[in-house]
């Protein structure tokens, strides 16, 4: 991991190397882990499938609507003064 120009010290912060290794690998490795227990527990209980109530299926479009605006907000803006300009 000692790369030219790298920070390895030791202190609050971690290094590049532990960065871009152990804090992407992690989160990984723990969803490949938790995936079959959970796949085998929709499969049991509650036909499959992850039940959506009607302020569910509300909130999640209401979100997705929120969302698709402010993409298109921002391509708005990107395009009228041109992608790399502050």
């Known amino acids: ?17 532990f960065q871009n290794t152990v804090l992407v690998c ?20 509650d036909r499959g499938y992850i039940q959506m109530s009607i302020l569910n299926k509300a909130k999640t479009v209401c979100d997705s609507l929120k969302s698709l605006l402010i993409r298109l907000g921002g391509l708005n803006q ?5 992608p790399f300009q502050p």
């Open 1 to 17: 991991c000692a790369l030219p120009g790298e920070n390895c010290t030791i202190g609050r912060y971690f290094t590049q190397c």
């Open 26 to 45: 992690v989160p990984c490795i723990y969803l490949w882990v938790c995936f079959p227990v959970y796949f085998l527990y929709l499969r049991c209980h």
């Open 78 to 82: 990107m395009t009228s003064r041109g």
